[in-house]
């Protein structure tokens, strides 16, 4: 099943996809929500990001088996960075390079704390694609990394949340201006995303919408303004942003 946010008459509206049309329910995070009897056709819908979440978590360091080495740390992103696809990436000029990294992103769907592995999937609200976009040379500059990861749109989220996902076996693909940069799968990720949810609910509280980026196995690629940069996941969809100056 697939779960969106539209972006009708200036106002966001949750709607879940239902006999081929997108349908309004009523509580954008209940299990069996009610509808409220508007719906619109898939095509053409003006998608907003997934989620709107009052959190956003990335999981540092989890790029390759070897990071299960390194101990487990995240780090936290500005809400206000989530953006939809279609909507633009903004790069300040002099702030060095910046790179795009296509990741899966897990979407939260009910409060929870001290979350252990086996009961990760009851929290669970859906996946979606995440672009965990960094400005790579302010990270040595900021060990809290505000500077590299808070920048306005440095994270894409969509187009959708699927629910039907096997999370540790997704290929994902980076494409910058229509060229392939990255290739990759989940399955290469240091820790699953199970042990990441019992890891960040360790230590925060997560709530209704808010997101984990999972992590980037070699799915990172500079980016320019004047570039289109564009995430590919299987079972989920294609994420396409622009990038422009601020």
Not at 9 to 19: K, L, N
Not at 100 to 109: D, H, M, N, R, T
Not at 124 to 148: C, F, H, P
Not at 183 to 211: F, H
Request: aromatic letters at 4%; charged letters at 20%; one cysteine or more.
């Amino acid at each position: 099943m697939r779960r969106a946010r539209l972006r009708v008459d200036g106002s966001i509206v949750p709607v879940r996809e239902i006999d081929g049309a997108w349908h309004e329910v009523a509580d954008e995070w209940a299990l069996s929500p009610a509808l409220t009897g508007r719906s619109w056709p898939l095509e053409g819908a003006h998608l907003a990001s997934p989620s709107d979440p009052r959190i956003i978590l990335g999981m540092a360091h989890n790029g390759s088996a070897a990071d299960r080495a390194i101990p487990r740390q995240a780090f936290m992103k500005s809400a206000r960075t989530a953006i939809g696809s279609g909507e633009p990436i903004r790069i300040v000029p002099g702030h060095g390079n910046v790179v795009a990294e296509a990741e899966l992103a897990v979407v939260i769907g009910v409060h929870c704390r001290n979350v252990s592995a086996a009961e990760a999937a009851t929290v669970i609200a859906g996946y979606t694609i995440g672009n965990d976009v960094t400005a790579t040379d302010q990270i040595g500059l900021d060990e809290k990394m505000i500077q590299s990861k808070s920048g306005d749109g440095f994270t894409p989220l969509g187009p959708w949340l699927v629910t039907d996902l096997d999370p540790d076996a997704v290929p994902l693909e980076l494409f910058v201006n229509g060229e392939l940069r990255c290739q990759s799968d989940t399955d290469r990720l240091a820790w699953n995303i199970a042990e990441q949810i019992e890891y960040l609910s360790e230590y925060v509280t997560l709530g209704p919408g808010d997101v984990i980026l999972t992590g980037s196995p070699d799915t990172a690629s500079p980016i320019r303004p004047g570039e289109t940069v564009r995430a590919a996941l299987d079972g989920i969809g294609i994420l396409e942003n622009p990038v422009l100056a601020l």
